[in-house]
């Protein structure tokens, strides 16, 4: 056996032993406070979060589904209506869509970059109109914290008069052409998830947006739909907010976040320059900067799999997102799909391994990932 301590696929514990007393502290005085539901703190982090996303409007909310959820309804997307999404994508992106009564319509991915590919959008848009429906927004997913080809799809979104979701759980915190993931679309959503790039412990999540109105209508629905009074209801609205101790925990993980997102930019480079000779590495666009929620490499020809075992016995963790595109699932294979088919989609489900990626993974450790993966491929 190997005389080296596991890598984990994230460690959260070793952030926590750099600001677990900032955050205890942070606790307690919530504890002692005593306002657990929409406390000062959740106020505190709206404004913060706004000013580090370059965003008018943060309405923070339960998690990153019910952020999708309440963008989704904000803008009255209902029945009859069809929002184009990746099939490669964490389900909670196309599971919004039908929780408002509405169709997912999948399109494909870049094979570089596993982001919407526009052409596939625009073929998707055409299948859903001729399927009857009306297609009312596409929602980019910024994948594994790469932020999305905005310009293209927001091109496309104002021919078709669409708009633009821009589902940012992997990428808060990620630039593209020197702006902020959040002023990106009119509406970007946000998780907080303990793994995601800014997390917390526990569930949270949030909507971004420059519009007023939006915002207002935002805050209405998180609280059950209430008007100028909390026992004023004036539309169908949901409980879904953000807890004042996750608000708390993430203030205090605001604050190291931009270095960690630096440090997060040199284990990729770090991977790039120990792997691109071995195996495809991640591309990061030019113009884009990434936040690496993940790092994924791409095996070929059904090594993969054998791989990640090889890894395993070193105990090396390893993930695989995702296994099965969202077409190919039972809950979503009876919605349409661009008629070319999603061929890109497919082929990276069966290719993709996620390595150990977290701001706190030594280079020493990364060189063990690095000589593992050389063994295995020298071998197999
Ligand atoms: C994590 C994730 C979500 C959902 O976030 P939760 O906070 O877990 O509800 C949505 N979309 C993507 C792409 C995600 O990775």
Same mark, same amino acid.
């Given at each position: 056996?190997?005389?080296?301590?596991?890598?984990?696929?994230?460690?959260?514990?070793?952030?926590?032993?750099?600001?677990?007393?900032?955050?205890?502290?942070?606790?307690?005085?919530?504890?002692?406070?005593?306002?657990?539901?929409?406390?000062?703190?959740?106020?505190?982090?709206?404004?913060?979060?706004?000013?580090?996303? $370059? !965003?008018?409007? &943060?309405? =923070?909310?339960?998690?990153?589904?019910? /952020?999708?959820?309440? @963008? %989704?309804?904000?803008? *009255?997307?209902?029945?009859? $209506? !069809?929002?184009? &999404?990746? =099939?490669?994508?964490?389900?909670?992106? /196309?599971?919004?869509? @039908? %929780?408002?009564?509405? *169709?997912?319509?999948?399109? $494909?991915?870049?094979?570089?970059?596993?982001?919407?590919?526009?052409?596939?959008?625009?073929?998707?848009?055409?299948?859903?109109?001729?399927?009857?429906?009306?297609?009312?927004?596409?929602?980019?997913?910024?994948?594994?914290?790469?932020?999305?080809?905005?310009?293209?799809?927001?091109?496309?979104?104002?021919?078709?008069?669409?708009?633009?979701?821009?589902?940012?759980?992997?990428?808060?915190?990620?630039?593209?052409?020197?702006?902020?993931?959040?002023?990106?679309?009119?509406?970007?959503?946000?998780?907080?998830?303990?793994?995601?790039?800014?997390?917390?412990?526990?569930?949270?999540?949030?909507?971004?947006?420059?519009?007023?109105?939006?915002?207002?209508?935002?805050?209405?629905?998180?609280?059950?739909?209430?008007?100028?009074?909390?026992?004023?209801?004036?539309?169908?609205?949901?409980?879904?907010?953000?807890?004042?101790?996750?608000?708390?925990?993430?203030?205090?993980?605001?604050?190291?976040?931009?270095?960690?997102?630096?440090?997060?930019?040199?284990?990729?480079?770090?991977?790039?320059?120990?792997?691109?000779?071995?195996?495809?590495?991640?591309?990061?666009?030019?113009?884009?900067?990434?936040?690496?929620?993940?790092?994924?490499?791409?095996?070929?020809?059904?090594?993969?799999?054998?791989?990640?075992?090889?890894?395993?016995?070193?105990?090396?963790?390893?993930?695989?997102?995702?296994?099965?595109?969202?077409?190919?699932?039972?809950?979503?294979?009876?919605?349409?799909?661009?008629?070319?088919?999603?061929?890109?989609?497919?082929?990276?489900?069966?290719?993709?391994?996620?390595?150990?990626?977290?701001?706190?993974?030594?280079?020493?450790?990364?060189?063990?990932?690095?000589?593992?993966?050389?063994?295995?491929?020298?071998?197999?």
């Amino acid at each position: 056996m190997t005389a080296h301590p596991p890598i984990r696929l994230n460690d959260l514990d070793a952030q926590r032993r750099r600001i677990g007393d900032a955050v205890d502290a942070a606790v307690k005085r919530v504890m002692d406070h005593g306002q657990f539901i929409m406390g000062p703190e959740v106020a505190a982090l709206e404004t913060a979060l706004e000013a580090f996303c $370059d !965003a008018r409007h &943060v309405v =923070s909310c339960s998690n990153g589904t019910d /952020a999708l959820v309440l @963008a %989704l309804r904000a803008k *009255s997307v209902g029945p009859g $209506d !069809a929002v184009i &999404v990746p =099939s490669f994508t964490f389900a909670a992106s /196309a599971e919004a869509v @039908a %929780l408002v009564s509405a *169709s997912p319509v999948f399109a $494909d991915i870049d094979p570089g970059t596993f982001n919407l590919d526009p052409d596939s959008v625009e073929d998707a848009i055409r299948t859903a109109r001729a399927a009857g429906l009306r297609p009312v927004a596409i929602i980019a997913v910024d994948l594994f914290g790469q932020p999305a080809d905005y310009r293209t799809l927001t091109q496309i979104a104002e021919d078709q008069g669409l708009w633009l979701l821009a589902d940012a759980a992997q990428s808060l915190g990620a630039r593209y052409h020197n702006r902020p993931v959040g002023s990106l679309a009119p509406l970007t959503t946000a998780s907080f998830f303990p793994a995601k790039p800014l997390g917390c412990y526990g569930d949270g999540g949030a909507v971004l947006t420059d519009d007023e109105e939006t915002a207002t209508l935002l805050r209405s629905l998180r609280v059950h739909g209430k008007g100028d009074h909390k026992y004023d209801n004036v539309r169908i609205g949901q409980n879904a907010r953000l807890d004042t101790l996750q608000a708390a925990v993430l203030l205090e993980k605001l604050k190291i976040f931009p270095e960690e997102i630096e440090a997060r930019n040199r284990v990729a480079d770090r991977y790039r320059l120990g792997l691109s000779d071995l195996v495809e590495t991640p591309s990061v666009v030019e113009g884009c900067q990434s936040v690496w929620a993940q790092y994924t490499i791409r095996v070929p020809d059904g090594r993969r799999d054998s791989l990640a075992a090889h890894l395993a016995a070193r105990e090396i963790s390893t993930a695989i997102y995702y296994p099965k595109p969202l077409h190919r699932q039972k809950a979503y294979e009876n919605y349409p799909m661009a008629s070319g088919g999603l061929p890109a989609s497919e082929k990276a489900a069966g290719e993709v391994l996620s390595l150990p990626m977290h701001p706190y993974l030594d280079a020493e450790s990364q060189d063990r990932v690095v000589e593992a993966l050389r063994d295995a491929l020298a071998t197999s």
